[in-house]
Nanobody, 122 residues
């Protein structure tokens, strides 16, 4: 098992920044990691992903230029730096891990965190 634990969510105002963290067990250094979000009444959306080495990243158009995904394999932690937050960013944010980026992009990651709530007030 690769338990994933997200943290860093909260209530912020539009325009603010927030950094989410996803702490994983030691094996996480072998996994591609992704951040998803799910807003009320909407489908879960992959917003960012990062390769095992950190050398390759993916961003959804909705967050490109505002969010940055990074990882510190020494700390077994993946981060999502969010800036210029909007009310539309309000959602539960989940991290996910899998050996396959393809499976992550399909929403079929092997491991999932429990989620952390981000609420952006306008």
């Amino acid at each position: 098992q690769v338990p994933l634990v997200e943290s860093g969510g909260g209530l912020v105002q539009a325009g603010d920044s927030l950094r989410l963290s996803c702490a994983a067990s030691g094996r996480a250094t072998r996994y591609t990691m992704g951040w998803f979000r799910q807003a009320p009444g909407k489908e879960r959306e992959l917003i960012a992903a990062i390769s095992q080495s950190g050398g390759s990243t993916y961003y959804a158009d909705s967050v490109k230029g505002r969010f940055t995904i990074s990882r510190d394999n020494g700390k077994n932690t993946v981060y999502l730096q969010m800036t210029s937050l909007k009310a539309d960013d309000t959602a539960v944010y989940f991290c996910a891990a899998d050996l396959s980026l393809a499976k992550i992009r399909l929403g079929r990651s092997e491991y999932w965190g429990q989620g952390t709530q981000v609420t952006v007030s306008s």
